[in-house]
Every structure is written in structure tokens, then in C-alpha cells.
């Protein structure tokens, strides 16, 4: 089975502090995206990649930015984290061909006060 | 923009009772669609998927749901819901690439025993 695995389930940070929000996948595939998830509205994609060293804008990418240095492994980061990216972000994972079944992890409930 | 929107965002119904779900989608021309359901404290995990072929898609747990692509709908179904049932679904699409799902804003299902 897919297992999709995220450094923390819960995270509680203060305004202004660098977050990196870590994700590893151990299908090795090649595209990893990352999401929040608020009430009322759904997924939202923030960031993803290809490859390695490769990515892509999503929807919503402001105050945010990635980091993939190696091919199972896909990082968030929160430069200055603000109230309003209090959520709960989930990584996924799926081939580049096929199907496009994305595979999710459990996510991180992040709360910035 | 490409959306998916979902109609109803909180639907509660009775142990028996027969299910369905709305979806409508804005792509217009290829497009695989999916639904994905939350449990309570759970991972977002696939019911059902539709690339091509067959318009009626059967899933886990005894969902379906079925493409009809003039209405650009892909409403899920069940025909006796049960208390275990009782989750977030959400309905999902991506024209035939690989840059991330668009997610709609989730239905919030209870079932009442």
C-alpha cells in the first residue's frame, strides 16, 4: 500500500515563525502536492512538483514555499507564519501517468497564534 | 477558471435512507473526476474514479456514481446509507494532467442511527 506519512499531526506556532511542514512518500512517485483544508472550502492546492528540485504554484501559494530535494520527501515552508494560515494542510502523492490517483497523508493540523 | 462545485454542503439523513450526492464540474474537455471521503480523525481516501469508459462507476462500500457528461455532473450514490457512513465527501476533478486536483467544498454527511 501507498503510505503517505507527515512530520506532525498537530503544530501549534506564534506570528512570524519559519514552519517547514515535511512529507514522505514511499511509492516513489514522482508528483507530491500539498493542500489545505478549511471548513466550508474544500481543498485548496498551494504548491507542486514533478521532480526533484522542480515546482509549481497552485492556487493559492502566497506565504508559502516548498522545498524537494529528494524524490520521496516534499516540504512546506511558512516563512513568517500569520493567523490566517491556521488550517490543516495535507500532502499527497501520485504518479505522473495513468491514473492520477493522488494518495493522501494524514495531515497537519496547524495552529498559529 | 476550472471548478467543481458541490450542492449541497450539509446533508443528514436516516439509517436505510437512499443517497445522493451532487457534483458539477466546469472543464470542458477531457476530464478525470473522483470522490474522495473523510472519516472522523481519518486520512481523505478514494471511493471511486472515472476515466474513461463506462459512465456508471462502482466504488467501496457500496457507492457509485455515474458520469453524465451534457449535465458535466458526477453525482455519488447509495442506495441504503449506514450510521458508519457518516463523513466528509468530496467531489474532485483534473483535466487529464498531472498539476493537482480542484476540489470541491465538501459535503458534510450525517447519518443518523
Redesign the interface.
Known amino acids: 500500500d501507498v503510505k503517505v506519512t507527515q512530520s506532525s499531526r498537530y503544530l501549534v506556532k506564534r506570528t512570524g515563525e519559519k514552519v517547514f511542514l515535511e512529507c514522505v512518500q514511499d511509492m516513489d512517485h514522482e508528483n507530491m502536492f500539498w493542500y489545505r483544508q478549511d471548513p466550508g472550502l474544500g481543498l485548496r492546492l498551494i504548491y507542486f512538483s514533478y521532480d526533484v528540485k522542480m515546482k509549481e504554484k497552485g492556487d493559492i501559494p502566497e506565504g508559502y514555499s516548498v522545498s524537494r530535494e529528494k524524490k520521496e520527501r516534499f516540504s512546506l515552508i511558512l516563512e513568517s507564519a500569520s493567523t490566517n494560515q491556521t488550517s490543516m494542510y495535507l500532502c499527497a502523492s501520485s504518479h505522473p501517468t495513468g491514473s492520477y490517483e493522488q494518495y493522501f497523508g494524514p495531515g497537519t493540523r496547524l495552529t498559529v497564534t | 477558471a476550472q471548478s467543481v462545485s458541490?450542492h449541497n454542503?450539509h446533508v443528514i439523513l436516516s439509517e436505510a435512507a437512499s443517497l445522493e450526492l451532487g457534483c458539477n464540474y466546469s472543464y470542458g474537455g477531457t476530464v478525470?473526476l473522483?470522490w474522495?471521503v473523510q472519516y472522523p480523525g481519518?486520512?481523505?481516501?478514494?471511493l471511486l474514479?472515472y476515466?474513461s469508459g463506462d459512465p456508471l462507476v462502482k466504488g467501496i462500500k457500496g457507492f457509485e456514481a455515474e458520469f453524465i457528461k451534457s449535465k458535466f455532473s458526477f453525482n455519488l450514490r447509495k442506495p441504503s446509507v449506514q450510521w458508519s457512513d457518516t463523513a466528509e465527501y468530496?467531489c474532485?476533478a483534473?483535466p487529464?494532467?498531472?498539476?493537482?486536483?480542484?476540489?470541491?467544498?465538501?459535503t458534510h454527511l450525517i447519518i443518523q442511527p
Open positions: 458541490q454542503h478525470n473522483f474522495y481519518q486520512h481523505l481516501q478514494l474514479k476515466f468530496f474532485a483534473d487529464g494532467s498531472a498539476d493537482g486536483l480542484t476540489f470541491g467544498k465538501g
